[in-house]
C-alpha cells in the first residue's frame, strides 16, 4: 500500500509543476534542480562528491561517461553501497531461474544487455519506481476515473520496475516475449486489453495477427517503445487498429521522452537535462543528466542513440525539446568506407518503393557486405530483390559508394525475445 500511496504523491507532485511555457522557465528549474541534485544526491556517491566545491556543482566539470565507465565505476557511483560483484550476481540468478525478485536491501537490481550486447546493471529504488510509474501515468497513459484499464505489456523479461503499474486505476499483464508467438497471441485475445505496450517489431506481428483475423483486440491506445518505430510501421499499425498511438523514448537509463498529439517526440526536460554532441548541424548524441535518480545516479551519461532535432515548434505548443526523429542506434548505422548511412534514409527509402513485403532485414556482415533477408510471397520474391537492389544501389551511387555486394534470402532470422532491428551493422572486428 506504502507504493501505491508513493506512487499518487509523486503524481500529484508532477501535476503540480509549473507550466514551463518558455525555455527560460525550463532552464531556471533544472538549475535549481541541478543544485538540489547536487547536494542532496551527489553527496553520497563517492565518485561524485569530489566535484561538488563549496556545494556548488559545474556541471563542466564533470567528466562525461559512457557505458563501459558506468559499469567499471559502479561500486564508487552509486549511492547505496552495493557492489557489481553482488549486484551482478542477484540479476543474473533472477533473469535465470525467471523468480523476478532481484532486489538488495530494497534496491530493485535490473540487468540490461542492449544492443551491443554488453552487460549493464541498474538500480532503482522505491522511490525511483514510483516516480517512473507516476511520469508514465501522467505522461503516456492518462487514468480513467471511472474505469480501470488493461494493459498488455509484451516485455522481455519482468523487472520489478515495470510490474509496479497496477492499481484500481489499472490492470497490468505482462507478456513474456520469450514464449512462442501463437501462444502469446491466443493470450492476448483472451484478455481483451485496453491499452497494448510493446517494441515495434512485436507490435508489428499483432497488427498482421489482427489483419489475418488472428486475434480480435480493440485497444484504444498502443504505446511503441524500446525500439526505433518506423514511419511505415506507424502508418501499418495506425491502418489496422484504430487507436491512439504514443511513442516512448525509454530505455534501460531512463524514460527520456513521448510523444504529443501531434506525433513529435518531446524530451522529458523537467526530470533530465539534455546536452548535445552534434554530428551535423542537426543530429546528435543526447547527454543526459538525470535529477529524478538517486541509488544510481545518471550524469553526464552518453547514449548512443543518434537524434535528430525538430527545427520548427511543435504545434502542440510545448517547449520541450522536439525531435524530428529518432535516428537509431549507433550500430544501426551501416558505413562503407568510413561513411555513415543512417537505417531511417534506407527504411523511408524502401518504404516508398514497395510494401509487399512482411518483413525484412538487412545487415551488413562485412566492410563490403550486406545480407538481405525478405520475408514475402515466394511469387514475388525475385521481383521484391530487384526493387532493394535498385533502392540500395542508387542510395549508395548519391553517396559515391561502390563495390557492396550483396546475399539475399528469402526469409528473416528472427529470434524470439531479441530486439528485432530492420537494418543493423554487425560489429566484424572494428
Ligand atoms: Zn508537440
Not at 103 to 116: A, K, M, P, R, Y
Not at 117 to 142: H, N, P, Q, T
Not at 192 to 213: C, N, R, V
Amino acid at each position: 500500500m506504502r507504493f501505491k500511496f508513493k506512487i499518487i504523491f509523486y503524481w500529484l507532485k508532477i501535476l503540480a509543476l509549473p507550466r514551463f511555457d518558455s525555455r527560460e522557465k525550463i532552464e531556471r528549474h533544472q538549475a535549481k534542480q541541478l543544485k538540489k541534485f547536487a547536494r542532496n544526491v551527489l553527496t553520497k556517491s563517492a565518485y561524485y562528491k569530489l566535484f561538488i566545491k563549496n556545494g556548488e556543482l559545474d556541471l563542466t566539470d564533470l567528466p562525461m561517461i559512457s557505458k563501459s565507465e558506468f559499469m567499471s565505476s559502479f561500486n564508487e557511483i552509486n549511492t547505496q553501497g552495493i557492489l557489481l560483484e553482488e549486484a551482478l550476481h542477484v540479476a543474473i540468478e533472477a533473469e535465470n531461474s525467471r523468480d523476478f525478485k532481484s532486489e538488495i536491501n530494497g534496491i530493485t537490481v535490473g540487468l540490461s544487455t542492449g544492443t551491443s550486447g554488453k552487460r549493464a546493471v541498474f538500480l532503482a529504488s522505491e522511490d525511483e519506481r514510483a516516480i517512473w510509474v507516476a511520469l508514465v501515468m501522467s505522461r503516456v497513459i492518462k487514468p480513467k476515473i471511472f474505469k480501470r484499464q488493461k494493459i498488455a505489456f509484451f516485455l522481455r523479461s519482468n523487472s520489478n520496475l515495470y510490474s509496479s503499474v497496477e492499481s484500481s486505476l489499472f490492470e497490468f499483464k505482462y507478456f513474456d516475449i520469450f514464449k512462442p508467438m501463437s501462444e502469446l497471441l491466443q493470450e492476448l485475445n483472451e484478455y481483451q486489453p485496453d491499452i497494448l505496450a510493446s517494441q515495434p517489431s512485436i507490435l508489428t506481428d499483432i497488427a498482421e495477427a489482427q489483419k489475418k483475423q488472428i486475434v480480435h483486440i480493440q485497444p484504444i491506445q498502443i504505446i511503441s517503445f524500446a525500439e526505433v518505430l518506423h514511419e511505415s510501421d506507424k502508418t501499418e499499425l495506425k491502418k489496422i487498429f484504430d487507436s491512439k498511438l504514443s511513442e516512448v523514448y525509454q530505455c534501460t537509463e531512463g524514460f527520456l521522452g513521448v510523444s504529443c498529439a501531434y506525433g513529435t517526440m518531446h524530451l522529458n526536460e523537467d526530470f533530465i537535462h539534455f546536452d548535445k554532441e552534434w554530428i551535423d548541424d542537426e543530429l546528435f548524441y543526447p547527454i543526459i543528466t538525470d535529477f529524478s535518480r538517486h541509488s544510481q545516479p545518471v550524469v553526464k551519461y552518453k547514449l548512443n542513440d543518434i537524434l535528430q532535432i525538430k527545427k520548427e515548434a511543435c504545434l502542440c505548443g510545448s517547449k520541450f525539446m522536439a525531435l524530428e526523429k529518432i535516428i537509431g542506434r549507433d550500430d544501426d548505422v551501416l558505413i562503407f568506407s568510413g561513411k555513415k548511412i543512417y537505417p531511417d534514409l534506407i527504411s523511408r527509402r524502401i518504404a516508398l518503393q514497395t510494401n509487399s513485403f512482411n518483413k525484412y532485414s538487412i545487415t551488413q556482415v562485412g566492410p563490403m557486405e550486406l545480407q538481405i533477408g525478405i520475408e514475402c510471397d515466394p511469387a514475388i520474391y525475385d521481383s521484391l530483390i530487384k526493387v532493394f537492389q535498385n533502392v540500395l544501389v542508387t542510395l549508395f551511387e548519391e553517396f559515391e559508394i561502390s563495390g557492396v555486394h550483396y546475399d539475399f534470402q528469402n526469409k528473416v532470422d528472427y529470434t524470439t525475445g531479441s530486439k528485432l532491428r530492420k537494418i543493423k551493422r554487425f560489429n566484424y572486428g572494428n
